[in-house]
């Protein structure tokens, strides 16, 4: 597993794509997306040093309405201004889950990839893996060569 950390760059970056400025906190930079349009609304924290189990390492966490998502050991982002949204990867023994915040409030998980989907023929893939495929594969370039 790839070890990541988050610098006050990274945190700058992803403010810029995702259109509002974080508050520091003692532990974490909270971002607060509100989307009135579509009545949504997620808060995205971002713990850049966190004891997790006997590991030190960095969290991402997700909180909507109805729902709390996290990401453990993120190993890189890929920040999208023209989609307007940050997608967080994890990496670990071939196997990837990415974590997409959209600007609009929107939030999207895929969990456990097989790394190669990544970069696979879509057109002979079911949809279903394709759209996790196709989703993360902006995000390749941060997953290490198995080979």
Aim: aromatic share 8%; glycine share 8%; charged share 20%.
């Amino acid at each position: 597993m790839k070890e990541f950390h988050f610098s006050e760059k990274d945190i700058g970056v992803i403010s810029k794509v995702l259109g509002v400025k974080p508050v520091k906190r003692v532990d974490n930079y909270r971002f607060v997306l509100e989307n009135k349009k579509e009545n949504r609304k997620l808060s995205l924290e971002i713990y850049p040093n966190l004891a997790i189990g006997s590991q030190v390492g960095n969290l991402i966490s997700v909180y909507t309405l109805n729902s709390h998502i996290q990401l453990h050991f993120c190993t890189g982002y890929v920040p999208s201004e023209s989609l307007g949204e940050v997608i967080f990867i994890s990496e670990n023994h071939g196997r990837v889950s990415g974590l997409i915040v959209e600007k609009g409030a929107g939030c999207s998980v895929y969990a456990n990839l097989e790394s190669s989907i990544l970069s696979g023929d879509f057109t002979q893939m079911a949809p279903e893996v394709m759209l996790s495929g196709i989703a993360l594969s902006v995000a390749e370039h941060l997953i290490p060569d198995t080979e």
